[in-house]
T-cell receptor, first 115, second 113 residues
């Protein structure tokens, strides 16, 4: 069964802290994504990665960076957390294999609060 | 940039009744994919249904079906025989490639017993 996991369901951090959000998928998917979800705004793409060590900016990359050292793991880094980064963060993955359906498989989300 | 608009922030339906969620999108492309995703309370988002733009036939998955109007750029989701477990946030999504995809703001569906 397809599985995407995220390191924390809930996280509380202080302004200025460096924050790491981790995502792991067990489906050997090439593509991984980080979104933030805010009420009334839906999901907005922060970064995505189509291969190990490869990354591309999404719509709202400012204040974030990512790391993909292994195919199954994609990390989102908030270099210096700010209160406007309080949000729900969702990780997702897809495959470009033969049965590519473009369906995204989502993790459970991390609700981050920055105080 | 492409946009996806869900004009109904909230909808409610009586159990066993039918409800339709609306979605419109903006694109100049002819080849793309459209999705409806469901996010139950405190649970992971999952795919409900998918439509390839090149297919004229509307997709159907059990009680879920879509009305895809390509010229009108409209992609509505119909849920028949609504069940309590259908209560969730529903997101419409457009995908052409990793650099060209959008989600709508979501519609919160309440199912009344």
């Amino acid at each position: 069964d397809v599985k995407v996991t995220q390191s924390s369901r809930y996280l509380v951090k202080r302004t200025g802290e460096k924050v790491f959000l981790e995502c792991v998928q067990d489906m050997d998917h090439e593509n991984m994504f980080w979104y933030r979800q805010d009420p009334g705004l839906g999901l907005r793409l922060i970064y995505f990665s189509y291969d190990v060590k490869m990354k591309e900016k999404g719509d709202i990359p400012e204040g974030y960076s990512v790391s993909r050292e292994k195919k199954e793991r994609f990390s989102l880094i908030l270099e210096s957390a700010s209160t406007n980064q309080t949000s729900m963060y969702l990780c997702a993955s897809t495959t470009t294999g033969q049965s590519y359906s473009y369906e995204q498989y989502f993790g459970p989300g991390t609700r981050l609060t920055v105080t | 940039a492409q946009t996806v608009t869900q004009s109904q922030p909230e909808m409610s339906v009586q159990e066993a009744e039918t409800v339709t969620l609306s979605c419109t999108y903006d694109t100049s492309e002819s080849d793309y994919y459209l999705f409806w995703y469901k996010q139950p309370p405190s649970r992971q988002m999952i795919l409900v249904i998918r439509q390839e733009a090149y297919k004229q036939q509307n997709a159907t998955e059990n009680r879920f079906s879509v009305n895809f109007q390509k010229a009108a750029k409209s992609f509505s989701l119909k849920i028949s025989d609504s069940q309590l477990g259908d209560a969730a946030m529903y997101f419409c999504a457009y995908y052409r490639n990793n650099n060209d995809m959008r989600f709508g703001a979501g519609t919160r569906l309440t199912v009344k017993p």
